[in-house]
């Protein structure tokens, strides 16, 4: 059940949802993981997500730095709340296989699996938080540790290699990871989703700035931080960001999101840029 609600936002037309819930999704197997480029094409605007602009984003507009980080928080905090057990249900729906409406695709490996093998054990898929819950010590509290912004079936095995580490390029490969790579301090997801893990991690220091009782997190220029409210490194995942743009089953995640749970938006989906002009 939906747990605390507070003033949302009208949804976009369903006819927009249509379209994108009919694109494609990302591929399920993905090529191993590569250092990044020296050199990346600036991230831009989702032409998609541009009609949003004259509306949600309105009071966003024309903003930078940090008046805009501040003008994002003000409009992503306004949202629709989820309890820790609504999160199981909700992910079957944000994180369906377009191709197969009984499983869902896991982040990390890309694999295609079963929605009703979310549990504990191994072959089963769980609640991974992409901001590690450890980072601010808010573990599955309301808020930051219920905000499927950044809560994506995961892997139970992958889930736990990753574990709580920073995001950063280099390592060995993941058994079954679909081409992540890890070492001690931290972890490379596969090339798909980099941009996604990048946008999530954005999204969380804007929209948790230590309000609502919970810790100001911010993104940091390192690795290893424990349980601090940071996560790294930060001129990796604004490479990731730019290297992997938004792709169609981020948009429809995003979109699904905003229409029928939280009723707020990831802004650096629609807006990619936008991580340029902040950080």
Do not use: C
């Amino acid at each position: 059940m939906l747990a605390i609600r507070t003033r949302h936002r009208k949804a976009a037309p369903l006819a927009a949802v249509a379209v994108l819930v009919g694109l494609a999704g990302p591929s399920l197997t993905a090529s191993p993981a590569t250092a990044t480029p020296a050199t990346a094409a600036p991230a831009t605007a989702s032409t998609a997500n541009t009609d949003y602009d004259s509306t949600y984003y309105k009071d966003a507009i024309g903003k930078t730095g940090d008046s805009l980080k501040s003008a994002l928080h003000t409009i992503v905090s306004d949202q629709t709340k989820l309890s820790y057990s609504a999160v199981w249900d909700a992910l079957k729906a944000t994180d369906e296989d377009p191709d197969n409406s009984g499983n869902v695709i896991l982040l990390y490996s890309g694999v295609s699996r079963s929605k009703s093998l979310n549990g504990g054990d191994t072959g089963d898929w769980n609640r991974e938080h992409v901001w590690a819950k450890s980072h601010g010590d808010f573990g599955t509290s309301t808020g930051p540790g219920t905000d499927i912004h950044h809560l994506r079936p995961s892997d139970v095995r992958v889930n736990s290699v990753r574990g709580n580490k920073d995001f950063d390029n280099g390592g060995s490969a993941v058994s079954e990871g679909g081409g992540s790579l890890t070492d001690s301090d931290s972890f490379e997801p596969r090339d798909a989703v980099k941009g996604d893990v990048a946008r999530m991690i954005f999204y969380m220091a804007v929209r948790y700035e230590g309000g609502d009782g919970f810790a100001d997190l911010e993104v940091n220029g390192q690795v290893d931080n424990g349980s601090s409210p940071y996560i790294g490194k930060l001129s990796v995942l604004k490479a990731w960001n730019d290297e992997d743009p938004p792709d169609a089953f981020e948009e429809r995640r995003n979109q699904v999101v905003y229409d029928e749970y939280q009723h707020n938006r990831n802004p650096f989906v629609d807006h990619p840029e936008w991580v340029e002009s902040i950080w």
